[in-house]
């Protein structure tokens, strides 16, 4: 089913610094901790900080919880940094990256994506990444 | 004698939440991630970033691992955050935030700070956060 992907939050780290970004895994657990909302990882390069919701699973369509949105997007609201649903599916060696806002909406008010729609939707590492020159273009 | 302040990292990232940040505890455990370097905690409010090293100490003098500080400020460098050490002195009950240059350096490299040092160079928590009030107004 859809579980906390460990191992891809750690390959993503490493894709991050890699790329040029500092990257920090967020543990769940932690005393203390738990009170305020966060992500599963952040990075920043000085000029563009994102922060990523990990989720795998080995299904073609993925359940989110809308409390792991909710923090995931107060967090970033406060601060300032670039949302993003990281997908792996199990069948794909790609990552995607999703915006909220093309997740879509189950009736309990939760949040879900296939994984036709995450091919249609998400960028891939390199799309996420290039997208920060494009920026720097357009200034 | 040093020590890893948990306590006071909780208190110091509940105080930063209070003032607008959003806050994050960065375990020094946690398997794979120690291969990067890190601070203690990260914050940020969509215009002002910070990372903190975090110490504690019963003395009247704190000595610093070179490589602690070589971390921290790597790792701001590369995120985009401005570099602190937030040191606690048991017998005071505010902790003061040192910029870097201000620490003073050890025959071995090391860097160390006295109590009497920090009250003098160092920031407190209201001193830091007006810093950015005064930044923008400066824009």
Redesign the interface.
Known sequence: MTSKGIDIE?KL?RKL?EA????????AS?A??SE???PDI??????R?MAFEVKKTKKDILYINKYDIKSLLM???????EPYLAIKFSKDKFIYFLKINDLFTTKSENYKITYEQAIQKGLTFNMLINNSIKLEFNW
């Open positions: 750690r780290v610094w040029g970004y500092a990257a920090i895994r967020v543990p932690g203390g901790s305020y909302p966060k952040i990075c920043g390069n000085g000029k900080y967090f970033s609201e406060i601060f300032g940094a």
